[in-house]
């Protein structure tokens, strides 16, 4: 069954009660040092034609003057359309841009995966200031709007992590740790902003990392590239921005075969409002 916390519950030690359940109380202490709050995004439903809610797919205003993202030669879609506004609340951490709008667009080929240098410029994410003169665009690309509803959520890293690899959670202890996160994210599906990723395969911080600075990651050659060891210090820079799952029923999307496609941002990249940097993978199984 399904549990969520919120911040105030895990200060007064009701989550930590909850991992004990698990048989995870040895490493509550680490784990709830790790916890994060992440902005979950439920679908309403199709999008009542108020192109300023949260959604999914849908048209977009554009900063006065700005064209639409394309990727050779071809529109890109818009994936999520973010208020900002709306996510502010649950924002705890005071991370994200109190207000404006950060659009999400992405191949609507899905030609690209995230873990080849060159597929840079085939997803964007742009902030439009709510003060910011805009045209209005009505065309969708391919996915139909889905209004989004926030609400705070706690997050823990994923077992395909660098956390877990130094965490001291042995592996005898991977499922009681695989059922806690299920217990509290659920299995359905899984749109967020911030805190942990729920991957499909590998971890992604150290490939987000690698990638961006010019390293190929679509087999194990890149990892032993002689560059790779002076990098990886800066993988824990990168942090969830956006997770959107499959949602082909409403939206239209399917990411591969069922899968996930997130967008990253350094943690420096984020305090600056510099969203040109962001690095998208998509994932499946």
């Known amino acids: 069954m399904t549990q969520f916390f919120d911040m105030d519950e895990l200060k007064t030690r009701a989550f930590a009660d909850a991992v004990g359940t698990f048989g995870l109380a040895d490493h509550a202490d680490v784990i709830l040092g790790a916890a994060r709050t992440s902005i979950r995004l439920r679908p309403r439903g199709r999008d009542n034609g ?16 700005t064209t639409w993202p394309t990727w ?29 709008n950060l659009l999400f667009f ?53 077992w395909e992590s ?13 499922d009681a740790y695989l059922d806690l996160r ?13 805190g942990y990723p729920d991957p499909v395969q590998n971890e992604m911080q150290l490939e987000c990392q690698l990638v961006s600075n010019g390293i190929y990651c679509g087999d194990a050659d890149g990892y032993k590239d002689p560059r790779a060891e002076t990098l990886r210090n800066g993988a824990t820079d990168w942090q969830l921005l956006l997770q959107i799952d499959s ?26 409002r510099d969203f040109d940097r962001v690095w998208c993978i998509l994932q499946c199984c």
């Open 50 to 65: 108020d192109t300023n809610v949260s959604r999914l797919g849908g048209g977009a205003a554009l900063p006065k003057g």
């Open 162 to 174: 660098l956390w877990f690899e130094s965490s001291g959670i042995g592996p005898a202890s991977v």
């Open 247 to 272: 949602e082909e029923d409403r939206a239209g999307m399917l990411w591969g075969d069922v899968g996930r496609l997130y967008f990253w941002i350094r943690e420096q990249d984020l305090r600056r």
């Open 106 to 158: 992405y191949d609507s080929e899905q030609e690209t995966w995230g873990f080849d240098p060159n597929d840079r410029g085939s997803w964007r994410v742009m902030f439009v200031d709510d003060n910011e003169p805009v045209d209005t665009f009505s065309e969708s690309g391919i996915y139909q709007p889905v209004a989004l509803v926030p609400s705070a959520e706690i997050s823990l890293p994923p």
């Open 72 to 100: 050779k030669d071809r529109p890109q879609s818009l994936v999520a359309h973010i208020n900002l506004s709306e996510m502010a609340s649950f924002d705890s951490e005071s991370v994200l841009p109190p207000s404006g």
């Open 182 to 194: 299920a217990s509290i994210s659920g299995d359905e599906l899984i749109h967020k902003m911030l």
